[in-house]
């Protein structure tokens, strides 16, 4: 069984600045392309960033200069860290991975339950 955990969200100023992390746990062979989404309320979920197993960085025009994605392989784990945060960040943020959990398996998406971000103005 593997899962995504999603932290760090909370209430925020516009302006201001917050650092998500998304932990796999479970039973996993490896961990390829992770990303991040977020669904608004009212709206479809969208893509955040991208990140391939060996750190190339993929971002929506939207975030582009303000937020950063990174990963630590050793711990399972990918962050982004969003900066000069607006009013119009505010969702529901997931992260999600293509994993496998063994060596003959093929490769699974699965999904975290999402953290939310509030930002003030």
């Known amino acids: 069984q593997v899962q995504l955990v999603e932290s760090g969200g909370g209430l925020v100023q516009a302006g201001g600045s917050l650092r998500l992390s998304c932990a796999a746990s479970g039973s996993i062979f490896s961990i390829n392309d992770m990303g991040w989404y977020r669904q608004a309320p009212g709206k479809q979920r969208e893509l955040v960033a991208t990140?391939?197993?060996?750190?190339?960085?993929n971002y929506a025009d939207s975030v582009k200069g303000r937020f950063t994605i990174s990963r630590d392989n050793a711990k399972n784990t990918m962050y982004l860290q969003m900066s000069s945060l607006k009013p119009e960040d505010t969702a529901l943020y997931y992260c999600?991975?293509?994993?496998?959990?063994?060596?003959?398996?093929?490769?699974?998406?699965?999904w975290g339950k999402g953290t939310l971000v509030t930002v003030s103005s």
């Open positions: 990140i391939t197993s060996g750190g190339k960085p």
């Open positions: 999600n991975g293509f994993i496998r959990i063994s060596i003959g398996d093929t490769w699974q998406v699965h």
